[in-house]
C-alpha cells in the first residue's frame, strides 16, 4: 500500500491521517504535514494510524520531529496504531512524549 497523509484542521485541533508505510522515502510528506499543523497554531495533534502498516526509524525521527516542532505544551495522540507500529513505538521509548490511544 502506497503512503498517504492528510490533514484537516478545526478548533484546536490537526486531525493527521497516515497510511502505508511511513519510512525514509515518506517521512518528508509527514515532515510538511507536521509543518501545517505548526503554522495552524493548534493545542493537539491526532495522529490517526489505523491503516499505518508499517513505521521504520525515519518514521520514529517523524515523531520526534513532530514533538520538537509542535512543542511540549501541544498534545500529541496516536490513535489506532497496528500492532507492529504502537511496538516500535514503545520500543523505542517514545510513548513517554506521544500517548498511544487504542481507538
Do not use: C, N, W
Not at 21 to 41: M, N, Q, R, V, W
Amino acid at each position: 500500500m502506497p503512503f498517504s497523509v492528510s490533514v484537516t484542521t478545526s478548533a484546536d485541533t490537526a486531525t493527521i491521517e497516515l497510511s502505508g508505510e511511513l519510512d525514509a522515502a515518506s517521512a518528508p510528506a509527514f515532515h510538511d504535514t507536521i509543518e501545517k499543523a505548526a503554522a495552524a497554531g493548534v493545542g493537539h495533534v491526532a495522529i490517526k494510524a489505523h491503516h499505518l502498516t508499517y513505521m521504520a526509524s525515519a518514521g520514529l525521527r517523524s515523531l520526534v520531529f513532530a514533538r520538537q516542532k509542535m512543542g511540549e505544551d501541544v498534545r500529541i495522540t496516536v490513535a489506532g496504531a497496528t500492532a507492529p507500529v504502537a511496538r516500535t513505538i514503545r520500543q523505542a521509548g517514545f510513548d513517554r512524549s506521544v500517548t498511544l490511544v487504542d481507538e
